[in-house]
């Protein structure tokens, strides 16, 4: 019967490891140490970029079966988790603002001008960028995992064979019985710099492709929603009519204001 695989049978690892340097353990605590990191990112950002991706598709639907913009925000839906959904709070909460506090009346319609209209761009801009954020927050992580766990354990593996080589020379031996143990125990820091490196490298492109899609789906999201408000509650009327609005309140302000002053005179004069 045939041997099992030697790394089954005889735990090629175990022995290794056994052999290795102390600085080769340390290499090696530092090693897994940021694997952990790394793991808890994978595991943290896949749920994140699952749930952003399983909201966000609901978010859309139930937008886009609204006639205007702020139609969702005033059925209190709620799509937490999707990084759509805040920014379109963001966005609905600044139109509104706007609409009470700066409203412009364009034929008996509450509009806002497009100076107001810059400020609710202006938050859309600032949450998208937010987003994008929260997004990439600890790729880091996993970018240092893929860029140092290899060097991290080449180090470890060239430190053990220098130390290796130096005790063969101060014994004067050179059997490969006597050489073996060490490289054994050099080699295994390579080993796990490479376990924790390619997981790592594995969900970083995955995880950096989501992301951009995501980004571009919030800024494809952001033109869309700005042209809605722009289309539905900005004051686009020419500057002609503009200017022959503002003239006629003016005049209808001045008319009130003199038949005010006229009614306080005429009742002046009355009562003497």
Same mark, same amino acid.
């Given at each position: 019967?045939?041997?099992?695989?030697?790394?089954?049978?005889?735990?090629?690892?175990?022995?290794?490891?056994?052999?290795? +340097?102390?600085?080769?353990?340390?290499?090696?605590?530092?090693?897994?140490?940021?694997?952990?990191?790394?793991?808890?990112?994978?595991? +943290?950002?896949?749920?994140?970029?699952?749930?952003?991706?399983?909201? *966000?598709? #609901?978010?859309?639907?139930?937008?886009?079966?609204?006639?205007?913009?702020? %139609?969702?925000?005033?059925?209190?839906? %709620?799509?937490?988790? *999707? /990084?759509?959904? %805040?920014?379109?709070?963001?966005?609905?909460?600044?139109?509104?603002?706007?609409?009470?506090?700066?409203?412009?009346?364009?034929?008996?319609?509450? #509009?806002?001008?497009?100076?107001?209209?810059?400020?609710?761009?202006?938050?859309?801009?600032?949450?998208?960028?937010?987003?994008?954020?929260?997004?990439?927050?600890?790729?880091?992580?996993?970018?240092?995992?893929?860029?140092?766990?290899?060097?991290?354990?080449?180090?470890?593996?060239?430190?053990?064979?220098?130390?290796?080589?130096?005790?063969?020379?101060?014994?004067?031996?050179?059997?490969?019985?006597?050489?073996? /143990?060490?490289?054994?125990?050099?080699?295994?820091?390579?080993?796990?710099?490479?376990?924790?490196?390619? /997981?790592?490298?594995?969900?970083?492109?995955?995880?950096?492709?989501?992301?951009?899609?995501?980004?571009?789906?919030?800024?494809?999201?952001?033109?869309?929603?700005?042209?809605?408000?722009?289309?539905?509650?900005?004051?686009?009327? /020419?500057?002609?009519?503009?200017?022959? *609005?503002?003239?006629?309140?003016?005049?209808?302000?001045?008319?009130?204001?003199?038949?005010?002053?006229?009614?306080?005179?005429?009742?002046?004069?009355?009562?003497?």
């Amino acid at each position: 019967m045939l041997p099992a695989h030697p790394i089954l049978a005889a735990g090629a690892l175990q022995f290794a490891f056994d052999k290795a +340097t102390t600085e080769g353990k340390i290499t090696i605590a530092s090693l897994l140490l940021v694997s952990l990191f790394s793991w808890t990112v994978i595991l +943290t950002k896949a749920w994140q970029l699952h749930r952003a991706r399983k909201v *966000a598709r #609901r978010f859309f639907q139930a937008y886009r079966t609204t006639r205007a913009p702020l %139609d969702l925000s005033r059925s209190g839906s %709620d799509f937490d988790g *999707a /990084p759509a959904f %805040d920014l379109y709070v963001a966005g609905a909460e600044e139109l509104t603002y706007q609409l009470q506090n700066n409203p412009v009346d364009v034929r008996g319609e509450t #509009r806002i001008s497009a100076t107001s209209f810059a400020s609710v761009k202006a938050a859309l801009e600032r949450t998208a960028a937010e987003q994008a954020l929260s997004l990439e927050k600890g790729m880091i992580v996993l970018s240092t995992a893929v860029a140092g766990g290899p060097f991290i354990g080449l180090l470890g593996t060239v430190w053990g064979v220098m130390e290796t080589f130096s005790g063969i020379a101060r014994a004067n031996t050179a059997s490969l019985t006597a050489m073996a /143990p060490g490289v054994a125990g050099a080699l295994i820091a390579t080993v796990v710099g490479l376990f924790v490196a390619i /997981p790592a490298m594995f969900a970083y492109n995955f995880m950096v492709t989501s992301i951009r899609a995501i980004t571009q789906e919030l800024d494809a999201f952001a033109t869309e929603f700005a042209t809605a408000v722009e289309h539905a509650h900005v004051d686009n009327r /020419p500057i002609g009519e503009e200017i022959t *609005a503002a003239n006629k309140a003016l005049a209808q302000a001045i008319t009130q204001a003199n038949e005010a002053l006229l009614q306080r005179l005429a009742t002046s004069l009355a009562q003497r």
